[in-house]
């Protein structure tokens, strides 16, 4: 069978819980946007707010900063209406633990309510997901999960910060036969690049939300001079949308090593790994989805 493509429910939207540490960095506030106004293809049922490492703050306050974040986004969206769920307020202990929060007690509520399965968008570190399939083993077939996390296995090592971030819930995920399309950060989603000059000249008179992102891009970095920045995050909603625009494979379930690097093992259950992002059609699609709503 074909992991995650099987759960696709003929030709509805998918049944879709977000699952964002939107506080991190400014990609996750795009990927809300572009969930919210593709209704065609994702019925976005919540927002959950996950956990990120910081230096300055604590699991659980970083939550905190994402539900702000997650509503000041959602402010500028008034045609979506999504509840949004506080998520872990610690990293899980063992790959066999579990944390107890709004957001696994709503995915696992989501995932009984209807037939149709849920799909969790996984874009920061998974610990509320593998708490979930942690918590509820039976909900694998029932739940796919899109996660964003680690590198393209060409890259020399997975340290990257939503994998290295909770390196058991890591384990968890990958290990747990759950319905997966992996997207790494460096090598594939990190083609997805946008630039100030970019941003202003097609969304930044998009009405509340196209001055929104647009700042929020401008004031991340001082220098915009032949600089860009990364929306890796949008590569989860733009496969939702078309899957032909994040191309992906069937491959054995990678192992994350100690030393988080990748270890190859045939015999490994299947999951869907993608190579890489098509970024024309994937910002095409978002700006014009964003300047429609302002």
């Known amino acids: 069978m074909d992991p995650v493509n099987r759960l696709r429910p003929g030709d509805k939207p998918w049944r879709v819980v977000l699952d964002t540490d939107t506080a991190n960095e400014i990609d996750d506030q795009f990927a809300i946007a572009h969930a919210c106004l593709s209704p065609d293809r994702i019925r976005l049922e919540a927002i959950c707010a996950a956990p990120f490492q910081s230096g300055h703050l604590t699991p659980e306050e970083t939550v905190t900063a994402s539900v702000d974040e997650i509503c000041r986004v959602l402010r500028r969206i008034p045609t979506a209406d999504?509840?949004?769920?506080?998520?872990?307020d610690r990293w899980l202990k063992a790959s066999d633990d579990a944390v107890e929060s709004e957001a696994a007690d709503a995915i696992i509520e989501l995932a009984e309510r209807e037939d149709d399965p849920l799909l969790v968008l996984s874009i920061g570190a998974c610990t509320n997901v593998a708490?979930?399939?942690n918590?509820?083993?039976d909900l694998v077939g029932r739940i796919g999960v899109v996660w964003l996390g680690g590198n393209s296995f060409d890259w020399p090592h997975a340290r990257e910060f939503n994998l290295?971030?909770?390196p058991h819930a890591s384990r968890a995920l990958l290990d747990s036969g759950v319905d997966l399309l992996l997207l790494p950060a460096m090598g594939v989603t990190s083609h997805l690049i946008a630039t100030v000059p970019d941003l202003e000249s097609h969304i930044g008179?998009?009405?509340e939300l196209g001055a929104y992102l647009t700042q929020i891009v401008r004031d991340h970095h001082?220098?915009?001079f032949g600089w860009g920045k990364e929306l890796w995050d949008v590569a989860a909603t733009a496969w939702c949308v078309n899957p032909d625009w994040v191309p992906s494979r069937i491959v054995p379930a990678p192992v994350l090593t100690e030393e988080l690097a990748?270890?190859?093992d045939p015999g490994r259950h299947p999951i869907r790994y993608a190579y890489?992002?098509?970024r024309t059609p994937i910002f095409r699609d978002l700006y014009r989805k964003i300047q429609d709503h302002g």
């Not at 999504?82 to 872990?88: F, N």
């Open 82 to 88: 999504p509840p949004v769920y506080r998520g872990s």
């Open 131 to 133: 708490s979930v399939l």
């Open 135 to 137: 918590m509820r083993p």
């Open 164 to 166: 290295s971030g909770d």
């Open 205 to 207: 008179s998009s009405g």
């Open 222 to 224: 001082a220098e915009h």
């Open 262 to 264: 990748w270890r190859h």
């Open 276 to 278: 890489g992002c098509h």
